[in-house]
C-alpha cells in the first residue's frame, strides 16, 4: 500500500498542529514505556529501537508546535512541514532543541547533542534489522550491535528529551516567524539537515531566541 495522496488544497491549522503535537508526546511517552519493559526483560535492539522511536515522536511534537505560527496559507510551507514530521532525521534533530535552549552550559550540551543525533541515526536500523558488510561478507544481527549500555543510555535519553520538550510546550508560546524565517524553513531538507548539525548553527538560534526573549526558562 502506497503513501496516500496529499490532496493540493490541503493545509494545515494552528489547532491541527497543536493536537498533533499533544498526540504525539502522548504516544513518545508510551514508547518510552515499553521500551523500559522491554530493557527490564533484557530485550536490548527492541528497547533501543523504541527509545529512538520515542526520540521521533518527541521531535515531531517540537516540529507541530513551533510550526503552528508559520503562514500555513503557504503551499511551500505546507509542504515542507509534511516532509520535516515523516523524516526521521529532521524529528530526531528536533528532539535536542529544548534541551540544547535551556541548557546551563550550551557548548557542551551542542556538542553532545551532534554526536547522540548521528549515533542515533546509524544506530536506528541495525536496532530492527539484520544486515551484512559486502566488503567482508560478515552479517551483523540486532543483537551483536546494540549493547547494554547503548540501549540503557537511549533509553534514559528518551526519557530526558521527553521531559525537556514537554515542560517547553506546556510553559511557552510558539515562537513568532518572520518571512525570513519561513524561507530557511523552506530549505530542501537534505540542506537543512546538514545546517542543523553543525555546531555554528545551535549557537545562531540560541543568540536569536535570546535576543528575542522567544524561551522562558524554567
Known sequence: MGTPRIPPEFRFTDK????????????AE?????????LSQNFLPRAYFLSVAAIEEIG????????????????????KI?????????????????????SKDPRDAIQKAVDLMLALKKGREPSMYTDINYIDSKIYVPNSVIRDVTAKDSVRLSEHCYSTTLNYINNSDPSKKSKVDDAVFGLKSKTFNKIMEQEDFWWYLIDNQEKNKLFKAP
Open 82 to 102: 509534511i516532509k520535516s514530521i515523516e523524516n526521521h532525521s529532521n524529528k530526531i534533530n528536533a528532539a535536542f532543541h529544548t534541551s540544547i535552549i535551556t
Open 16 to 27: 491541527i498542529l497543536k493536537d498533533l503535537s499533544t498526540v504525539s508526546l502522548e504516544n
Open 30 to 38: 508510551q514508547l518510552i514505556k515499553e521500551a523500559k519493559l522491554l
Open 60 to 79: 515531531k511534537a517540537y516540529l507541530c508546535f513551533e510550526s503552528s505560527t508559520r503562514n500555513l496559507n503557504d503551499s511551500a510551507v505546507t509542504s
